[in-house]
């Protein structure tokens, strides 16, 4: 008695389809932390603002301010907390995405690939205006900006965010197989690059054995490379952005066969593990 219509789209339509399925998708994971989006873009600012201040003051008290690159002292903490917190939001983001057995799944044509697309694209749009308002604030207010390659520079905060979404697309593909491993990776690692994520030091300013306790983190180079791009006065040495893009694209191949396979085997009691 009931059929499912068949519906001829050409590839052009379906990618309409898709991308506009994506951006309904963006728009209800950025309004999770709060119903109305500027709010919760606020809130992502302040994060960002108590976190700088935070940085600032301890260099200040630790007379620390000294080491850092020659130029403006509050750019030079901008650029490994804006870099840090995009990596640590965007794996968090699509490490709690939607799941093959979760409910929305239920709703054709949704799937975990748009689910997790959507997660990462919204934390991506979130933290780059925060970014737009607060140094077009300190901008204004404070002392004007120069960056020396803002493209290149922008180019490694993206690079902060794909190796972010790629390594919690991994973790996102282990996480019903092994969910209080996958939980204390992704604490112990967030919590890890408080310091081996760079943005305290400069790896020029590193000792030989030092360098070598950081260099397998591929957001450590690109908060390097950032550097390089926006003071004149810095020129990395010791990191490569290509380690970070090969590793987040090592990752995303592995973690979407974890996904693939995952999907596969999705089962409903999954929920009764987590």
Request: hydrophobic share 55%.
């Amino acid at each position: 008695m009931f059929q499912a219509i068949k519906r001829n789209e050409n590839n052009f339509v379906s990618a309409l389809t898709i991308l506009e399925l994506i951006y309904h998708s963006v728009v209800r994971s950025v309004r999770k932390g709060h119903s109305n989006a500027f709010v919760a873009i606020g809130i992502n600012l302040l994060q960002t603002v108590i976190f700088v201040t935070a940085f600032y003051v301890m260099f200040s008290l630790l007379g620390l301010k000294g080491s850092a690159i020659r130029g403006d002292f509050l750019l030079y903490i901008m650029t490994g907390v804006f870099l840090f917190m995009t990596h640590t939001k965007t794996m968090s983001a699509v490490l709690g995405s939607e799941g093959p057995a979760s409910p929305m799944m239920q709703h054709a044509p949704m799937n975990t690939i748009i689910a997790i697309v959507s997660a990462a694209a919204g934390t991506l749009y979130i933290q780059v205006l925060s970014l737009m308002f607060m140094l077009f604030g300190y901008h204004v207010i404070f002392t004007p900006v120069v960056i020396e390659e803002p493209a290149a520079a922008f180019g490694m905060l993206l690079l902060a965010w794909f190796t972010g979404a790629a390594l919690g697309l991994l973790l996102l593909s282990l996480k019903p197989w092994y969910p209080q491993l996958v939980t204390i990776f992704s604490t112990v690692y967030q919590r890890a690059n408080m310091v081996a994520s760079g943005k305290m030091f400069v790896a020029n300013s590193l000792p030989g054995f030092m360098l070598a306790m950081f260099d397998w983190n591929p957001l450590f180079h690109a908060i390097d490379q950032v550097r390089g791009f926006v003071f004149i006065n810095y020129n990395p040495r010791y990191t490569d952005w290509h380690y970070s893009f090969w590793v987040g694209v090592v990752l995303i191949m592995v973690g979407l066969m974890g996904e693939f396979y995952t999907r596969r085997h999705a089962s409903l009691s999954w929920s009764a593990r987590r």
